[in-house]
């Protein structure tokens, strides 16, 4: 596996690319233009800029996390024609940079759901916790209230440009159904796969984030059934899965080890994170380590390691310890842990296959 770090950019980021560099094994970052608005064509400037950031720091960009999707496509509007021109626009410039992967997700309005950004732990620390009821009872735009207020920094899949028009979004996507928004999907896979493989970029969708409907809007990519469905649709190598074991997780029904054995051929990068999930439907982000959570870890990496997965790997959200400030999830230190947790995994099992050989 090709371990890499989630970065968010120069003076969006608390987190230097030096600091990342000192973490060992790790070659890269997962990085994107945050201040591009959905649908819009990423610059080439811009993007060779971030290039000569991390380069001279000793890192790759080979991965791109997120290349975001307007809502125009996910609603399957006329409009959509625009924006998936530009969007592979953007591919074909990322290209000329070498990036290999781009992560991206098909969830309507919202990206990923919390209740909490910083819920206390017993053991001082805090997470990002999700409240199943709290969901249920409240409006969205307390929600957005909620995050909008709790950072200084922009929160990917929460931009002002895309929420200031929360209303409208929730009417149109009141006439939207799952049916409607997997025919959307293949509409921009379609369109998007053969430019992408053209390029030698692989697309790599995230899961939903919880794997099931919230405020009522429709989700898809939620369990083994769907993404088996989602890589039919357009059945091609460069047609992939950014197969995050946290977001799957929230849903104890979810076999993550034996989807990564499933998929592991069309697998193109890694989230490795760990949730502890309750009987009413909260969860909680944990360490990485499998005790402390209720996904296998374990067996993830030894799912990846068995499969020979040469893809790549970052450790997922983490939680915020030892007094650090900085973005929901995305602190240094305990990211660093779960980066050595996973090595010590992987390079135990690679022992013990040398050993039996």
């Not at 991206?104 to 017993?122: A, C, H, I, S």
């Not at 053969?194 to 939903?208: F, Q, R, Y």
Request: charged share 25%.
């Amino acid at each position: 596996m090709r371990m890499i770090v989630r970065w968010f950019g120069k003076g969006n980021d608390t987190i230097e690319l030096g600091h990342i560099k000192q973490i060992p094994g790790v070659e890269g970052v997962a990085w994107a233009l945050h201040d591009v608005p959905a649908g819009e064509v990423w610059p080439e400037d811009n993007i060779l800029e971030v290039k000569k950031q991390v380069e001279n720091n000793g890192l790759n960009i080979d991965v791109v996390e997120s290349v975001n999707i307007h809502e125009d496509i996910k609603l399957g509007l006329p409009s959509r024609e625009q924006y998936i021109n530009n969007y592979i626009k953007t591919i074909e410039n990322l290209a000329k940079a070498g990036v290999k992967v781009i992560c991206y997700n098909f969830m309507p309005v919202f990206d990923w759901t919390r209740t909490e950004l910083f819920k206390g732990m017993e053991d001082g620390s805090t997470a990002l916790f999700f409240e199943n009821e709290k969901i249920k009872k409240s409006d969205p735009m307390e929600l957005v209230e909620m995050i909008s207020n709790n950072s200084s920094f922009t929160m990917p899949g929460w931009e002002p440009e895309r929420l200031e028009h929360l209303s409208k979004l929730f009417e149109q996507y009141k006439q939207v159904t799952e049916e409607d928004l997997w025919s959307n999907l293949q509409y921009f896979l379609e369109r998007v796969i053969p430019v992408a493989k053209e390029n030698n970029i692989k697309m790599a969708i995230h899961p939903d984030d919880p794997p099931w409907s919230v405020f009522g809007l429709p989700r898809i990519i939620t369990n083994r059934e769907n993404i088996k469905r989602f890589l039919n649709l357009v059945d091609d190598p460069y047609n992939g899965l950014t197969l995050c074991s946290g977001s799957l997780g929230a849903n104890p029904n979810n076999n993550i080890a034996s989807m990564v054995r499933e998929f592991s051929s069309r697998i193109h990068f890694a989230h490795i994170r760990n949730v502890k999930t309750y009987e009413n439907g909260d969860f909680i982000e944990t360490s990485h380590r499998t005790d402390d959570g209720s996904v296998d870890i374990y067996n993830i990496v030894k799912g990846y390691h068995e499969s020979q997965f040469s893809g790549y790997v970052r450790p997922d959200h983490g939680r915020h310890i030892w007094g650090e400030k900085s973005r929901p999830g995305y602190g240094l230190y305990d990211r660093a842990l779960g980066i050595m947790y996973l090595w010590g995994l992987w390079d135990s099992f690679e022992r013990f296959k040398k050993k039996s050989q």
